[in-house]
């Protein structure tokens, strides 16, 4: 790519200025700029007819930038312990990434016959589970809620049903549908489904601390075993986090000989547990206030 053509007599001319933190005046030039274009990738730098555009943001986002920081000098911020940590944090973290990104090398290409080999330990590992959902009904008391599992079984609509009976909002707004549940699901609902037919409705249970609930069994998702081209996608990229996180791990045991890492476990063993450092100990011979 081209680098940004300015006549050298140009190069100094000064785009915007303004008195930095220490009162002191910040410039930029059109050389600095011409330094930024440059480093741009061909996605990065704007096109011909949007340049001017593009200057006027760029001068606009430094001076905003500036701003901030001439505001946070006065405030205090580089200073206050809380920023100081928080900033630190993101520094480590920022850190982390780029050399997680560049120290931890593995292969990420596979083959189709890793791909097959993968899959014939893990197959069964690819089976979606039955999932079930119908209609549900929240009601304020089980007198109501008796009168809408009547309603129910009479045929009378979910709509009129939820505006007789229901009382929960968000339940009603959704028409009264669930969402569809497997047998693990930790909704009460789950259970319920699982009891009955298509078709079916359970008696009245209670919910919510205190109201009770009515649902009606409507479609059965049966359980999919599925084929390998299905989930190719998703096993390559586990393959590839395993491997990324073996690379990882060899690499710390690398680094961990490298500057004598020692851990002398036993040590921990005389330590106190976490529970008896927090424990509050309460006298014997406290008396109970009335």
């Known amino acids: 790519m081209k680098d940004l053509e300015v006549r050298t007599e140009d190069l100094g001319l000064i785009f915007y200025s303004y ?3 220490d009162g002191q005046p910040v410039e930029s030039t059109v050389a600095d700029y011409k330094i930024h274009f440059d480093k741009m990738g061909v996605f990065q730098r704007p096109k011909k007819e949007e340049m001017l555009g593009g200057l006027r943001r760029k001068i606009e986002d430094e001076i905003e930038r500036g701003m901030m920081n001439i505001e946070a000098e006065k405030r205090g911020y580089f200073e206050r312990a809380d920023v100081v940590a928080i900033v630190d944090k993101k520094i480590e973290e ?4 780029r050399l997680y990104k560049e120290a931890v090398a593995y292969d990420e290409k596979i083959t189709p016959e ?3 080999e993968f899959w014939a330990e893990h197959q069964d590992e690819y089976i979606s589970p039955e999932t079930r959902a119908g209609h549900l009904v929240i009601c304020l008391n089980r007198e109501k809620a008796d009168e809408a599992y009547k309603a129910i079984i009479d045929g009378v609509s979910w709509r009129k049903i939820l505006v007789d009976f229901g009382t ?3 339940n009603k707004q959704r028409g009264g549908k669930t969402d569809y549940l497997g047998i693990n699901s930790p909704s009460p609902l789950a259970a319920k489904f699982f009891a009955l037919e298509v078709g079916g409705v359970s008696q009245p249970f209670t919910v919510n601390e205190g109201n009770f609930a009515v649902v009606q069994l409507d479609f059965i998702k049966p359980s999919k075993a599925y084929e390998l081209y299905e989930v190719s996608e998703a096993i390559g990229g586990r393959m590839r986090s395993k491997r990324q996180e073996a690379a990882f791990v060899k690499i710390l045991e690398e680094w961990k ?3 004598g890492v020692e851990i002398f476990t036993e040590k921990l063993a005389e330590l106190k547990s976490w529970k008896e450092l927090t424990e509050v100990k309460v006298p014997d011979n406290l008396v109970p206030r009335n």
């Open 114 to 116: 890793q791909l097959a």
């Open 168 to 170: 929960d909002p968000n």
């Open 257 to 259: 000989d490298e500057i």
């Open 19 to 21: 008195k930095g933190k």
């Open 94 to 97: 920022i850190m982390v990434t």
